[in-house]
C-alpha cells in the first residue's frame, strides 16, 4: 500500500537460538532486507535497567524487533478491575511494544524490555485458541491482538494477519478484532473473512493524532482504509480511547466524528468504545521524559478505584456527552456505543442505563457482533 509501515523503523532483528529455521522467520527475515540479523540465546532479551534508561533505552527499542518464543499462555483475559464495567474482552499475546510511538502509551509504564517482540510459535497458539474454543463452545469470545502492540503494525513482515483471519473465519462462537493506528492492509485483500474479523481504528482529535501519536497513519489514512476494508466484507469498530481534554477539544472530535460517518457505511460498524485518558501514576514521569513539549499530562486528574489516574467526573462526563452525542445521531440502531472501563453512575448520567440492565456490558457486545458478523447476504 501506498501508507508509511511502521516497521520501516525496524533496524536489527535478533532471533532466538533455535528459531533460526522456522518457516515464519525465514520469510520475516526476507520481508525485512537489509536489516543485520543475529542468532541471541534463550531469554536474553535486554531489561530495562531503571525508568530513566527508558528515554534511551525505549527509542532503541522500538528498531530492535526479537523473533522468539511465547513460553507462557497467548490467550489472557483483558486486564481489568472489579469496580468498572469490564467488556470481557480476551487479549492474543502475539508480541510486545510497537514500532509506533504515542506520547500516552501505556506499555511505556508497563514492559520491561524495551524490544520489539514477536512470538513466532505460531503453531503453539492456534493449538492453544483451538483448545479453549473447543473446551467452551457455549462462550462467545471477542479476541483480539490489540493490547501489548499494535495488531497490524508488523503485519507486513509477519503475515499473521492471514493466518488469524483464516483460523477465525468458520468459528461460530468467536470474533476476532484487529486494532491499528497504521494502515497496512496488504494481507487482508486475499483472505476469506466469512465476515467474522473485525477492523478496527483508533480515533483522536486531528490535533491529538499529529502532535502525540508519532508514527501513526493520520486521520485521513486510517478512514480509507477502514472504507476500503468495508467495501472488501470486513466490519468495523472504532475506539476513541484516549479521549483527551486540549484546546479546541470539542471542535477537534466533532471533525473526526463526522469524517467517519462520511468514510464508511455506519451499518458495518460492529462496535464503538469511549475511554477518556487514564494512566498508572509512572507513566506521568516516563511520558514527559521522553516528550517534554507535550502538554496534556499537566492537567488534573483524579486517582480512581483501580490506581489509575484519570480526569475529574464531571469532565469526563462532559467529553463523553459530547462525543456520544454527536455518534448517536449518526450510527446504526445496532452498533454498540460503549466505555471502556466506567462506572454505572456514567453509564447513568450519559446513556440513562448501566449495563446491567442489558445484561451487562460483554452481552450488549456479543449481541452487536452477532448482529453484524457473518457472512454478508
Ligand atoms: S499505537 Fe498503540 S501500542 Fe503503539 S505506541 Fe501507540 S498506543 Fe502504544
Known sequence: ????????????????????????????????????????????????ASPQSLPLGFNAGKKHLLLCRNRGRFLKPCPATREYHCCGYQVLNVGMNCPMDCVYCILQAYLNNPWLSFFVNTEDLFAELSAALAENPTTFWRIGTGEFTDSMALDRATGLSRMLIEFFRDKQNAVLE??????????????????????????????????????????SARLEAAARCAALGYRLAFHFDPIIYHPGWEEGYRETIDRLFKAVPAERIVWISLGALRFLPPLKAIATARFPSSRFFHEEFVLGLDNKFRYFRSLRTEMYRHLAGLIMERMDPATCL???MESSEIWQEVFGFAPEERGGLARMLEKAARAKCGPLP
Open 178 to 219: 484487529l486494532k491499528s493506528k497504521a494502515v497496512v492492509l496488504d494481507h487482508l485483500q486475499e483472505c476469506d473473512h466469512q465476515g467474522r474479523t473485525i477492523m478496527a481504528w483508533s480515533l483522536n482529535s486531528p490535533p491529538i493524532m499529529a502532535r502525540e501519536e508519532l508514527r501513526t497513519a493520520p486521520l
Open 338 to 340: 460503549y466505555f471502556c
Open 1 to 48: 500500500m501506498l501508507h508509511h509501515d511502521p516497521a520501516a523503523i525496524i533496524q536489527h532483528i535478533s532471533i532466538e537460538e533455535g528459531c533460526q529455521e522456522l518457516p515464519l522467520v525465514r520469510s520475516i527475515v526476507a520481508r525485512l532486507p537489509g536489516r543485520t540479523v543475529r542468532i541471541v540465546p534463550e531469554r536474553k532479551a535486554p531489561a530495562l
